[in-house]
C-alpha cells in the first residue's frame, strides 16, 4: 500500500508507492485547511490520492478498502454509497478472474510457442507444417498447371487474378534476356 511523508520544504503531502505507478488515475484535492501532521503549517495544499489502472494493484487497493469497510461495519463511512454492498462480491469476483487470467495467459505463451514450433521458422525448413503446406501447393500447382483453380479443391486459396510481384518480374525479365543474348545450338 501507499506510504506517505511529509515534505516540509514544498509544503505538502507526497505519496511513494512500493514499485512502479505508470498510468494511476489521480483525484486531486484543493484543502482549505491543512492536514493535522506533526509540524503542519496551516495553509491551502494540494493532495492527490491515486487510484492506480494496473489490475493487480487495483484489486490489492480494493481488498484493502473492502477489509477496512467490513472492519468498521455500520460505522464505516462508506455505507452511503449506493450499492456498497455488493462491493465485497465485485471485489472478490475481480480477484478471482484475475487469478485466472494469469493462470490461462501463462498457458497461452506455452500453447502459441508449441504452435509456433509446429509450424516452422520457415517453409524451407523439412518437418515443419509451413514446409508440407508450400511442397503441397508446389507438386499440385505442377500437376494441374494451367487448371490450377483445382487447387481449391485442396483447400488452397486460388486467386485468378493474382500478378507477379516484382521479383518474380525482374528474375523473368532476366531469364528472357539471358535466352536472347545465348548463342544458337545447332
Known amino acids: 500500500m501507499a506510504k506517505y511523508s511529509w515534505n516540509g ?6 505519496d511513494r508507492h512500493e514499485g512502479a505507478c505508470l498510468g494511476c ?40 478498502i473492502n477489509a477496512k469497510h467490513t472492519a468498521l461495519g455500520a460505522a464505516s463511512p462508506l455505507n452511503g454509497i449506493e450499492g456498497i454492498a455488493g462491493f465485497g462480491a465485485q471485489v472478490t469476483a475481480a480477484d478471482t478472474n484475475n487469478q485466472l487470467a494469469g493462470q490461462l495467459y501463462k498457458q497461452a505463451e506455452t500453447a502459441t510457442e508449441a504452435r509456433d514450433n509446429a509450424l ?21 500447382a505442377a500437376l494441374n498447371k494451367g487448371s490450377e483453380h483445382k487447387l481449391g479443391d485442396w483447400g488452397f486459396e486460388v486467386d485468378a487474378t ?20 545465348k548463342p544458337a545450338t545447332p
Open 120 to 140: 516452422g521458422p520457415d517453409t524451407t525448413t523439412p518437418g515443419y507444417v509451413r514446409f508440407y503446406v508450400t511442397a503441397a501447393r508446389d507438386v499440385l
Open 162 to 181: 493474382a500478378q507477379a510481384t516484382a521479383e518474380q518480374k525482374a528474375a523473368l525479365k532476366a531469364a528472357k534476356a539471358a535466352a536472347k543474348n
Open 25 to 64: 488515475a489521480s483525484l486531486t484535492f484543493d484543502w482549505i485547511k491543512a492536514m493535522p501532521l506533526t509540524g503542519t503549517p496551516k495553509r491551502k495544499s494540494n493532495m492527490r490520492v491515486n487510484i492506480p489502472s494496473n489490475p493487480d494493484y487495483l484489486i490489492a487497493l480494493a481488498k484493502a
Open 9 to 14: 520544504n514544498a509544503g505538502r503531502v507526497l
